[in-house]
């Protein structure tokens, strides 16, 4: 279940710690500081559960209003659970706003487990069509 969904520094300062290891084992094309940067601004979204965090930008392409997932980090052995749950209320909230996809690239590693929740592989991102 989705704890919050914006940005607020206490919230942040909780799940710090989550997203910053997220960044260290699949470093971005971003770092902290243009995390906060952007997350303050409200350009891109924290969405937090009690055991994960994800940053998602909502993007307007070719006029279609896309979800990019850029990054979702958790406690060991009890995220997944909660991540794939949000993901499917979150899927929800994005299609009844006229969202037309959920796009993300993420390890190898829950490739599988995101194809079985409906994703797709398009390159290398895994898009749901919503």
């Known amino acids: 279940m989705i704890k919050q969904f914006g940005f607020s520094e206490d919230e942040y300062a909780r799940v710090r710690g989550w997203l910053l290891s997220a960044l260290e084992i699949a470093p971005g094309p971003f770092d902290e500081a243009e995390l906060l940067v952007k997350l303050r601004a409200e350009a891109w979204h ?29 406690e060991k052995g009890k ?31 829950f490739h599988n487990i995101l194809k079985a929740q409906g994703f797709e592989q398009e390159h290398k991102e895994l898009v749901k069509r919503l």
């Open 46 to 74: 924290l969405i937090t559960t009690d055991h994960a965090a994800s940053v998602v930008e909502l993007v307007r392409i070719d006029g279609a209003l896309i979800g990019n997932v850029l990054l979702i980090g958790g």
């Open 79 to 109: 995220a997944l659970r909660e991540i794939i749950a949000a993901q499917k209320q979150f899927c929800e909230f994005l299609k009844h706003e006229g969202f037309t996809k959920l796009v993300g690239t993420p390890r190898k590693e």
